[in-house]
């Protein structure tokens, strides 16, 4: 295969014989393209002459018309919150990706939210950890725990926070260069649902008022401004500097809930970059583990599959492309953009190419207190090399000239 020309692949396949997806493309190229605009693949296929909806299928090129590799029936792996429903509240707004968005992804569930400088999303607590990567903008993040100590701080793009299960927190919005900020939260159950949290006013409206007033100290008329229903998402005034809202209680959580994952120095490769952020170095995250990967155009995320459980991705920048493997010959090839998740369940083999002429950038979530993958390359390269040979029929040369160590990105 290496043998062969870009020119002399694209003819093959177009010819109808080759494995497209694994044809390697010049520098900032793609492998052979899929035009997308009808399901033909050489002599496979024929045209649609019914209904079509062209700008969606030029989004999903290997969908309509896929590689010669993908096979079988694999589940929905793909989901943009473009799809997701907005609720729209004053001064900001939430969308979800949940299992009733995406059926599969039952391990993790993701919410997109904005809200502008001095709007609050309301006081609340919820089963499930939170962990959120901040989008743009800025805002100030507040949480008490178990045992009355305090945490504030003011997180800007990059910083990533997590709110451990049931712990109870508020979101505000500060004054930046998009007037508030947005930000991706990631939650470790795929059965979530950002309209079921606690919500502090919710709570109250629903309490007997002498109860309040026994609990509060105070009599009735002091509750009577209570609101009827839940806040959610609300304006409220834009909070001072930083260390007013230190509130001390029985000190500070000993493990921060916020990290600045931007800040952290990334595992470089020719290809790309990669960090790798869990509870090892941001020990509040005990059940979600991050990896922020940046590939170059035509940059391959290596073939690989983790040994701890499915994972979620969030596509910042870009454009790529993954195929998953589902064993029995199973195998889909999906095509992202930025807004969109993408989903791997448990051990399935797969590999994240950057198809555009740009930076892709992806976020890779699993709900495991570290990160852990296999490297294709680093396991063959370790398996006594004639028992490797005589499974895949290679030249020794091959093995040899793999990496030494992991190299999760590779270049084009
Ligand atoms: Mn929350
Ligand atoms: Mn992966």
Redesign the pocket.
């Known amino acids: 295969m290496s043998k062969l020309s870009r020119r002399e692949i694209v003819a093959a396949a177009t010819a109808g014989g080759m494995l497209t997806g694994m044809a390697r493309g010049a520098a900032a190229g793609p492998t052979v393209q899929s035009s997308g605009k009808q399901p033909i693949r050489g002599q496979d296929g024929a045209d649609i002459i019914g209904p079509t909806n062209p700008s969606r299928q030029a989004e999903e090129p290997f969908t309509t018309a896929p590689p010669k590799t993908d096979h079988g029936t694999m589940p929905n792996l793909k989901w943009s919150f473009t799809d997701s429903h907005m609720r729209l509240e004053e001064g900001g707004w939430a969308r979800q990706t949940t299992t009733r968005e995406l059926p599969i992804s039952t391990a993790m569930a993701g919410v997109n939210m904005r809200l502008k400088a001095g709007v609050a999303r309301e006081m609340?607590w919820?089963k499930e950890a939170?962990w959120s990567y901040m989008l743009k903008g800025k805002a100030r993040i507040t949480a008490v725990d178990q045992q009355g100590r305090t945490f504030v701080d003011d997180v800007s793009e990059g910083d990533i926070w997590y709110?451990p299960s049931g712990i109870p927190?508020s979101i505000q919005g500060l004054d930046s260069d998009v007037d508030g900020c947005e930000f991706l939260?990631v939650f470790d159950d795929g059965h979530f649902s950002e309209d079921s949290?606690f919500l502090i006013t919710d709570w109250l409206a629903h309490t007997p008022k002498d109860v309040l007033a026994q609990n509060f100290n105070v009599p009735e008329s002091a509750l009577e401004h209570l609101p009827k229903e839940e806040l959610y998402i609300f304006p409220a005034p834009k909070p001072g500097p930083l260390a007013n809202d230190r509130m001390g209680g029985a000190g500070p959580v000993t493990e921060s809930f916020s990290y600045r994952m931007l800040e952290q120095p990334p595992i470089r490769t020719k290809g790309g970059t990669v960090r790798i952020t869990d509870s090892s170095i941001f020990p509040a995250a005990k059940t979600l583990a991050a990896a922020l990967v940046e590939l170059e155009p035509g940059g391959l995320r290596e073939l690989h599959w983790h040994t701890n459980g499915d994972e979620w991705q969030y596509y910042l920048e870009g454009q790529g492309r993954m195929t998953v493997f589902g064993s029995e010959s199973k195998a889909r090839t999906f095509d992202f953009q930025a807004g969109d998740v993408g989903y791997v369940p448990f051990a399935m083999g797969h590999y994240i190419q950057n198809t555009g002429s740009t930076p892709l950038r992806f976020l890779e979530m699993f709900r495991s207190p570290t990160y852990a993958d296999v490297s294709l390359n680093e396991w063959v390269k370790l398996t006594p090399h004639a028992l490797v040979r005589a499974h895949l029929k290679v030249d020794e040369s091959l093995l040899e000239g793999l990496p030494e160590g992991k190299k999760p990105v590779l270049p084009a």
């Open positions: 609340h919820h939170e709110f927190h939260l949290t």
